[in-house]
C-alpha cells in the first residue's frame, strides 16, 4: 500500500502562483510513476501532470504545459506541482497520485491516491 497526503491548496488572485506538496510512504517511493490531476464540480477527473520514477520524464495536458512543472524529490519522498499564471478555470481539487512502473496520463492506470486538496482561482 501507498498513502499519500497532498499540501499546499488554496485560494489565490488569477495569475498568481501556488505550490502543491504529496509527500508518499508505505513503498519505495523510486517505483513509483507520480501523476496530478484535478476534478472541477460537476467534472470528470482529469489529467495534469506526471513524472517517472527517476524525474527525467514528464508530461503534461495542454491545458496546462508552459504554466505548470512537475517535478520529485526521491530523498524526501515527495513530488511537487508549481503552478503559475493561475485562471480561474484551474479552480479544482487536485489528486496526487501513484502507478507502478511508467507514467501514465490515464486516471484509470493508477493504483493510489490522495485525498485531494482545493486550489480555488478568483479572477
Known amino acids: 500500500q501507498v498513502q499519500l497526503v497532498e499540501s499546499g491548496g488554496g485560494l489565490v488572485q488569477a495569475g498568481g502562483s501556488l505550490r502543491l506538496s504529496c509527500a508518499a510512504s508505505?513503498?519505495?517511493?523510486?517505483?513509483?510513476?507520480m501523476g496530478w490531476f484535478r476534478q472541477a464540480p460537476g467534472k470528470e477527473r482529469e489529467f495534469v501532470a506526471t513524472?517517472?520514477?527517476?524525474?527525467?520524464?514528464?508530461y503534461y495536458a495542454d491545458s496546462v504545459t508552459g504554466r505548470f512543472a512537475i517535478s520529485r524529490d526521491n530523498a524526501k519522498n515527495t513530488v511537487y506541482l508549481r503552478m503559475n499564471s493561475l485562471k480561474p478555470e484551474d479552480t479544482a481539487v487536485y489528486y496526487c497520485?501513484?502507478?507502478?512502473?511508467?507514467?501514465?496520463?490515464?486516471?484509470?492506470?493508477?493504483?493510489?491516491w490522495g485525498q485531494g486538496t482545493q486550489v480555488t482561482v478568483s479572477s
Open positions: 513524472i517517472n520514477r527517476f524525474g527525467g520524464t514528464t
Open positions: 508505505g513503498r519505495t517511493f523510486i517505483s513509483l510513476a
Open positions: 497520485a501513484a502507478k507502478m512502473g511508467e507514467a501514465s496520463t490515464r486516471t484509470m492506470n493508477y493504483e493510489f
